[in-house]
């Protein structure tokens, strides 16, 4: 990693943790820290799941009861196990915990605008570009990948998610069992691999990757979820599928897809995947692609 660019960054953090005032007990000039805020605000007007709330946040669980037992003996949130598994527990705001909450929106808003005013219109929109720009990528950068078992339950999510989509873009509808999906044994070691991504334990993508004996590697089942598009999901899981290929020995890496994905074509076509002749009988592909990939070096 190049040591200006982690310069850059460490100088970044400094300057926005000390504007925005995340380094003062009383964020906003309220009675609790930056940490308690926004547990207040990421609760929001429905409650959460403890469990999903910590992995939203990425805290471990004693900080998140130490910062609730805080906001409940403050009378701002209660507590409560869910009927239908005591294990579970959720949290939601007091009415003096919507009013806090309120109050904060209020000065957050006026913070923006503290942020927004010394600066011209075109500066103004420079930063605020700037800003999406940064909360995208580091949105991405959030993003994890892992390998699991076809039969997960995110797994079968991200799949039925995946299906209900095809069926909505092409022209014929789309019916799995018509198509030439890979059964499940195929996508588990050591015939393949099946990567789910996840965004704050959410899953939002998944791609297959077979490996057949004997014959190129293939992936299948490429599909991210449209809020999660534009954070380079399909470009990551395509380097990480060839990266994994490679190390498995092929030199050949393939798949195939239908006319009504353009944009996934444009994909193929920008990391060096080449249109080749049909290499099955897929009955929903219009295209097949190719790409000669290396093993890594040794070391």
Known sequence: MDAVQIDQVRRFNRTVTERVGVLHDN??????PFGAARL??????????IRALRERLGLDSGYVSRLLRSLESDGLVTVEPQARDRRVRTVRLTDAGRAERAALDGRSDELAVSLLEPLNAAQRGRLVAAMAEVDRLLTAATVTLEVVDPGHADAEHCLRSYFAELGERFDSGFDPAL???????????????????????????????KLPVGAPAEIKRMWVAPHARRLGLGRRFLADLEARAARHGRDVLRLDTNKALAAAIGLYHSCGFQEVAAFNDEPYAHHWFEKRITAPSPG
């Open 179 to 209: 198509s030439l999906l890979p059964d499940a044994g195929e996508l588990r070691p050591p015939r393949g691999l099946f990567l789910v991504a996840r965004l704050h334990g959410e899953p939002v993508g998944c791609a297959g990757l």
């Open 40 to 49: 207040l605000w990421e609760i929001g007007e429905r409650g959460q799941d």
């Open 27 to 32: 964020y906003l000039g309220r009675d609790r």
